[in-house]
């Protein structure tokens, strides 16, 4: 991926027009702003939730057309939120980021530490198979901020275990070590299967195991 999707054309100088214009009728006072931004942080989640699709399914060379049409957004929309496709996966890896955040506190909330750790290294599990298609190449391509994403989940799924240890509910032997060896071999097993249906439960039986081998007796 260059800085620019060189076969995604630029949106049309009339349309990129007709929405500015939208945009500056809306005149402060007028009550409307606050819809504005209403509508532009909706739609940015719609083509960011679209573009994890895409990414998904095409891998990174999908098109900012492509984006746009999973949207049902112009791509004058999608430019002018996001210059090109890097802007999209910078972002997408931050929004994926934060969403994980969430997921995993609101675990911490509800379930027991041991249940918690479980469920998000199964979320874990599942992404990994879901993201394979483009998981290789945005190592490749954006290698620190893969590098950042991995250990944001991991510090995320760390703060989970320290929980469970200090509960009792895992056992104090299992080390942030064992946690990293859970992940890699859960990847690996996502990465080595070409049926994602088999992917997926080789990636979850990994999980299993690692849990019951990570679970205080008794």
Do not use: K
């Not at 004058?76 to 090109?84: D, I, L, M």
């Not at 496709?85 to 955040?101: G, I, Q, Y």
């Not at 080595?192 to 679970?215: C, I, N, Y």
């Amino acid at each position: 991926m260059g800085n620019r999707d060189p076969s995604a054309a630029r949106p049309d100088s009339a349309e990129v027009r007709r929405e500015v214009d939208e945009d500056t009728q809306i005149r402060p006072g007028s009550g409307a702003v606050g819809r504005l931004r209403q509508d532009a942080r909706r739609n940015r989640t719609t083509v960011l939730r679209a573009a994890r699709a895409v990414f998904r399914d095409r891998g990174l060379e999908a098109t900012v057309q492509n984006v746009a049409r999973r949207a049902g957004v112009s791509a004058a929309t999608v430019h002018r939120r996001f210059p090109g496709r890097d802007a999209l996966v910078r972002d997408l890896a931050e929004h994926a980021a934060a969403e994980l955040t969430e997921r995993f506190a609101e675990l911490a909330r509800t379930v027991p530490a041991d249940l918690a750790l479980e469920r998000a290294l199964r979320f874990v599990a599942a992404e990994a198979v879901a993201t394979r298609v483009c998981a290789p190449d945005h190592r490749e391509r954006f290698p620190e901020r893969a590098r950042a994403l991995d250990e944001h989940v991991h510090r995320e799924l760390h703060r989970l275990l320290e929980s469970a240890r200090a509960q009792g509910r895992i056992s104090a032997e299992i080390t942030d070590r064992d946690l990293r060896l859970a992940t890699s071999a859960v990847a690996a097993a996502a990465a080595a299967e070409p049926d994602p249906e088999r992917a997926g439960r080789a990636a979850q039986r990994l999980v299993t195991h690692f849990l019951r081998s990570f679970r205080s007796p008794g």
